[in-house]
């Protein structure tokens, strides 16, 4: 298995979409950078770059079933960008998971098999 730093996956090893997306990149032989965002938060600056790369709206990024989406009324569609991504650098647990980025773009990978699509 080799080492691939060019390939970076958000991961939360409690979830099986995030576990299965790893494991297949394993299965080809790649180990990717794993960044535990739970363990490591991303600050706003990063998530804004995250997003940026992903090129998705923000909202496609929320957890809407975990109980900080709830408790800060992120539901509301007036809540801007900004709002979004502070909610998510103060409660990890808001963003979803996995999300993969290679040479070939990033993409949030659920389901799992949506990350050989960009290997």
Known sequence: MSTHPDITIYHNARCSNSR????????????????DYLAQPLDAAQLT????????????????????YAE???ADPARSDAELIAAVAA?????????????RGAMLCRPPERVLELL
């Not at 770059?49 to 900080?68: D, I, N, T, W």
């Open 20 to 35: 299965g997306a790893l494991a297949l990149l394993r299965e080809r032989g790649i180990e990717p950078a794993i960044v």
């Open 72 to 74: 800060l009324d992120l």
């Open 91 to 103: 409660h990890p647990e808001l963003l979803n998971r996995p999300i993969v980025v290679t040479p």
């Open 49 to 68: 770059a995250l997003v940026a790369q992903l090129g998705v709206p923000v909202r496609e990024l929320l957890r809407s079933k975990e109980a900080a």
